[in-house]
Structure formats: C-alpha cells, structure tokens
C-alpha cells in the first residue's frame, strides 16, 4: 500500500495561484479590528496549510489520539502486529509518544521542535509482495507513519502541546475513545483544532468491556458528536476491540478500522486527503476572520459614511471660509479687469480706463495750473502717470498671488479635526491602532489639496477668464462710440489749429485747454459707464470663481478619501473572498462547484 501520491505541476500551480489569493487576502484583512482575537490562530493555521502541502511527497502519517485510558497504545500494537507500545493500567500511561515508520521514512519534520520527553521511534522494513498478500497485521503497512501521541486530556501542559503538534503534522486522525471518554470528548476543544482540518476516524475502544446495546448507544454518541459538533459526516466510525485483535488480526473488528485507513491513505486517496486537509485550513481561516463580519460591516457602514460626510463638511467649511477672503479681493479684481480691458482697447477710452486716482488728480491739477504755467502742468501729468503706474504693477503682482486666499495652518487644522471627528471615531471600531488612524486625511494632505485647488483656479481666473471678460464686456462697438468723438473733437482742434496758422490767427491757450477739459469730460463720463459695466462682470467673475474653487475643493476632498474608500472595499472583498475561500479551493482542487462543495 503505496502512500506517495505524485504531484502534477499543474497541481503545484494551482496550490501556489490558491496561495496566493489567500495571503492576499489575509493581507486585507490583518489591520481589521475584526481579526485582532483570531490573527494568533490565523498564523498558526497559515503555517499549518504550508506543513501540509510541503508534505505532498512524504508518507502518510496516522497520529492516535485521545483521553487518558482509551486503549491507544493497545490498538497501536494491534495495527502492527507487535509490542512497540507500552499499554498501562494507571493513567495517565503515554507521556512521550511513539513512532512507527518506514526505514526509508524520514521524520525529522516530525521531531523537530517537539517538546517534552524525546519520542521513541520504531522502525520496520515496509512488506511488499508475497510478503503483503500474507495478511499479517505489520504486513498491511507499506510506508506510512504511526504515532501513539500523549493524552489529550493530560493534566501536563506539555504533553497537551506534543499532541497538538503531532495532530498538525499528521494526515489523518485517529480518535480513539471508550465507554468513560465520551463526555470527555464532548468537551475536548482539542478536536474542535483540528475539525474539517484533518481526514479522521472515530473509534470506540475497549469494546469487549461493553455489551451489544451499550456499544450502539455509544456509537451513536460518537455520530451524533462527529455530526453536529465536529460538522464531519464523511468520517468513519467503529467500535474496536484492541485485546482481541491482539490475539486474532481478523478478530475485534480490526480489518474494518484497516479499510476504513487504507481507503484514507492509499496512494490513490491521500492527496486527495491532503488536499481535503487544506481546504479544511482554509475554511477554519474563512470561519475566525468572517466570524466578526457583521460587526465588521456596520462599523465599515459608519466609517465610510463619517468619510463622505467628513470631506463635505471639510469642503463647506474651507469654502465658506475662502468666500469671505475672496469678497476682500472684490475690487481688486474690478481693477484687474479694468486693466485687462484697457489692455485691448487701443484709443482714448482705453487710456482713461487705465488711469488710475494718482493719474487723475496729476491730470487735475495739471489742468489747473495750464494757463498759468503749461511745463507745471505737463510735469505734473507725466508724474503721476508714473506713478499711477508702478502702483498698478505691484497691485498686479500682488493681485496674482493667492496668498491670504487660504486660512491659516491652525485653521485648517480646526477644519480638519472637527470635520473628520465621526470618521475617526468609526476607524478605531474598525481598524487597528496605526491603520484607524491614517483612515482620516491629515490636516497637512488636505492643506497641500486645498492649495492646488485654489492654485489651480486661481490661475485660471487670472490666465484665462480676466482676458475673455475684459474682451467680452468693451466690445468693438463700444470702443467706436466712445472713441469716434474724442477723434472728431482732436481734428476740429487741429483744424482751427491750421486755419489760424494760415491766417495768421493764434486760436489762443484757453481755446486748447477748453478742448481738453471737454475732452477728459467725455472721456470721464465714458470711464465712468464702462467701470460701471466691468464692476458687474467683475462681480459675475467672482460668482464663477467661487464655484471653480467650490468644485475643485470637493474633488480634492473626495481624491484625499477616495483610497480610504478602496481599501474598506477591498477589506469586504476581502473578507467575503476569505467567508468562501473553502469552496474556491474545492473548485480548484477537487473539481467540485462550490454549490456541490457545500
């Protein structure tokens, strides 16, 4: 009875794709407040699936367990034909276990790290030909491994551990009760380790002590415990005598128990056992992660609804708080589109929408003093002209910038903490310490959000919009309506001009001072109207950038959640991947659709 089952590589590429996917989404899920009891556990069943699958090649190991005075070492000797284990009236008997194996068998894998006292290890040639066909107990094992493992109900904590460890490094086990461990195993938490996670046959020991009702009745015990407790129908159960097994092989029922194990660990069924252990592993990882998931679920509810409402709050906050800067910038930005307007207006309106309050009282008092003394007057234009200008250059300058449009670092802060309060809050329900509270965007990540926003809106309003309003607001029309008199009023003073000069007639400085003043009268009221008309669109220009930073702010709020949101959605994909990994694995490994796996 071969027990090395081959291992195909297509097999070992499913196993490893399988893999995978699990530390995927184990990886998920690590940082949820869900898993923080389990992740012990998980580890441990984690690095119990890679002991499995490493043992794709190696023998079937048979680990018998079971409470103090169950008759393990006395089936043992039975299975093999001879004494390699010493049976003992007082209890408890087994404190170091026994191993049966092949010469060829190596079981380093098995001893290594194993505490308490130093296992005795039997070796024995595995039968083959005539040899098998002759029958004899020890003639039946052909390379597979037996242990005899400490009580499971040991009042020695350290041979509760051996058992555990061997339980984790076997194929397939045997658990050997009688007539007084029943209600022990009722309560042995230990199987419930290993449920579904290892092929298992129920035994019922010492069967000569009890009569034919009595070992139906406990039988049934058993059944119903396999059933409902341990969720393993598929697992045999016998009752055995060991005793008379001892004195006749074909006596006690042991050929039963043997067909019950070689159906387990011939060559043709371990791997499937093996695989069937793994899936197992994986459905106990499934059940601890997802045991929590409802709590998991509406605490991610809250958290994710604390983020959405946390970055409008955010968002409405920070607006509100620009709006009242941006209505300080109010007639800076009238200036600033004056400006623009003047820029494409070439003619006389242009030149007096550009002049500023410097320009106009330079020009007034200019015209004051004209008759008296013209030089005076024409100096005192061409100075404040000047210096109309440069304060235009540094109101431009300063007009571009967006410094002061944002509130100050403590504020943002404040905007932060008082609007990410619920999400913070529902991030400590749902994650652990360190991944709860990166949950909330900090208030520095949404300070660098908030500054591109408003950069980025800023630039247009300046680049882009100013120009096209400017443009739009003194169309050509209008330039020619305000333009056209002042050219007529320029040539009929050119005209009198040059009729005196040819007939001798000085047309006078108070008839050119008189065209001037008309002149910068006409143009007043023009400059006037057109301002008037530009305050307007100036105000509609502040509407529209109130809405672009608007818009932009809440796309940036929601940028700076938006990974938050993925990963609680890839921890609920996650967590239902993991709530089904069980069937996936049957799917993959067996063949079987998850509705026939359940």
Same mark, same amino acid.
């Given at each position: 009875m071969s027990s090395n089952p081959p291992t195909s590589g297509a097999s070992r590429a499913v196993v490893a794709s399988l893999l995978a996917g699990l530390d995927r989404d184990l990886g998920a899920v690590r940082d949820l407040r869900a898993a923080e009891a389990a992740l012990p556990e998980i580890r441990e069943l984690r690095n119990d699936l890679d002991d499995q699958l490493v043992r794709a090649k190696s023998a079937a190991v048979?680990?018998?367990?079971?409470?103090?005075?169950?008759?393990?070492?006395?089936?043992?000797?039975a299975l093999v034909g001879r004494e390699v284990a010493v049976e003992g009236v007082d209890r408890p008997t087994t404190s170091a276990p026994v191993i049966y194996r092949p010469s060829d068998a190596d079981v380093s894998s098995i001893l290594e790290g194993l505490p308490g006292e130093p296992p005795t290890v039997v070796t024995y040639e595995p039968s083959q030909g005539a040899d098998a066909e002759a029958g004899g107990a020890e003639s039946f094992w052909r390379g597979q491994i037996l242990i005899d493992a400490p009580d499971t109900n040991s009042v020695a904590t350290v041979h509760r551990e051996v058992v555990k460890q061997l339980s984790a490094?076997?194929?397939?086990?045997?658990?050997?009760?009688?007539?007084?461990?029943?209600?022990?195993? /009722?309560?042995?938490?230990?199987?419930?380790?290993?449920?579904?996670?290892? %092929?298992?046959?129920? *035994?019922?020991?010492?069967?000569?002590?009890?009569?034919?009702? /009595?070992?139906?009745?406990?039988?049934?015990?058993?059944?119903?415990?396999?059933?409902?407790?341990?969720?393993?129908?598929?697992?045999?159960?016998?009752?055995?005598?060991? =005793?008379?097994?001892?004195?006749?092989?074909? $006596?006690? @029922?042991?050929?039963?128990?043997?067909?019950m194990l070689s159906n387990l660990i011939v060559a043709e069924?371990?791997?499937? *056992?093996?695989?069937? @252990?793994?899936?197992?592993?994986?459905?106990?990882?499934?059940?601890?992660?997802?045991?929590?998931?409802q709590d998991f679920q509406e605490a991610a509810a809250a958290l994710e609804d604390g983020l959405s409402e946390g970055a409008n709050a955010w968002c409405g906050g920070l607006?509100?708080?620009?709006?009242?800067?941006?209505?300080?910038?109010?007639?800076?930005?009238?200036?600033?589109?004056?400006?623009?307007?003047?820029?494409?207006?070439? %003619?006389?309106? %242009?030149?007096?929408?550009?002049?500023? !309050?410097?320009?106009?009282?330079?020009? %007034?008092a200019g015209a004051a003093v004209a008759r008296r003394n013209p030089v005076l007057a024409a100096g005192l234009a061409v100075g404040s002209l000047a210096a109309d200008r440069v304060r235009g250059a540094v109101r431009e300058r300063s007009f571009e910038s967006t410094s002061g449009l944002l509130p100050g670092s403590s504020e943002v802060e404040a905007l932060q903490r008082d609007a990410f309060l619920e999400a913070r809050l529902a991030a400590e329900d749902v994650y652990l310490e360190e991944a709860g509270a990166a949950m909330a965007p900090s208030a520095e990540e949404l300070d660098g959000h908030a500054a591109r926003a408003v950069d980025d809106a800023w630039d247009r309003l300046v680049r882009v919009d100013l120009p096209k309003a400017a443009e739009r607001a003194v169309p050509r029309a209008l330039r020619l309506l305000i333009d056209l008199p002042v050219y007529g009023l320029g040539a009929w003073v050119l005209f009198r001009v040059g009729m005196?000069?040819?007939?001798? +007639?000085?047309? !006078?400085?108070?008839?050119?001072?008189?065209?001037?003043?008309?002149?910068?009268?006409?143009?007043?009221?023009?400059? *006037?109207?057109?301002?008037? =008309?530009?305050?307007?669109?100036?105000?509609?220009?502040?509407?529209?950038?109130?809405?672009?930073?608007? +818009?932009?702010?809440? =796309?940036? $709020?929601?940028?700076?959640?938006?990974?938050? +949101?993925?990963?609680?959605?890839?921890?609920?994909?996650?967590?239902? =991947?993991?709530?089904?990994?069980?069937?996936?694995?049957?799917?993959?490994?067996?063949?079987?659709?998850?509705?026939?796996?359940?």
């Open positions: 048979i680990c018998l367990v079971g409470s103090t005075g169950a008759g393990k070492s006395t089936l043992l000797n490094r076997a194929d397939v086990l045997v658990v050997v009760a009688h007539r007084q461990s029943i209600a022990e195993l /009722s309560s042995a938490t230990f199987i419930d380790l290993f449920a579904e996670r290892r %092929g298992m046959v129920f *035994v019922l020991g010492r069967t000569d002590e009890l009569d034919e009702r /009595s070992t139906d009745e406990l039988l049934a015990q058993l059944r119903k415990l396999r059933d409902e407790r341990w969720r393993s129908p598929e697992a045999p159960v016998v009752a055995i005598s060991a =005793r008379a097994a001892k004195a006749d092989p074909g $006596a006690g @029922n042991l050929p039963t128990l043997r067909t069924k371990l791997g499937s *056992v093996r695989r069937r @252990n793994a899936v197992g592993t994986v459905a106990r990882i499934g059940s601890l992660i997802t045991s929590e998931a607006v509100a708080a620009i709006h009242e800067r941006l209505e300080v910038r109010r007639a800076d930005l009238a200036r600033m589109l004056w400006n623009d307007a003047a820029k494409v207006w070439d %003619g006389p309106g %242009g030149y007096a929408l550009r002049v500023g !309050g410097l320009s106009a009282i330079g020009m %007034g005196g000069f040819f007939r001798d +007639q000085y047309v !006078g400085v108070d008839f050119l001072v008189s065209a001037v003043i008309i002149a910068f009268a006409w143009l007043f009221l023009a400059r *006037v109207m057109v301002r008037g =008309r530009l305050s307007a669109r100036s105000a509609a220009l502040l509407g529209e950038v109130r809405g672009d930073i608007e +818009q932009r702010l809440g =796309r940036a $709020a929601h940028a700076a959640i938006d990974g938050r +949101q993925d990963r609680l959605h890839k921890s609920r994909e996650a967590l239902a =991947r993991l709530g089904s990994a069980d069937a996936i694995w049957r799917e993959r490994l067996h063949g079987e659709s998850p509705r026939t796996a359940g």
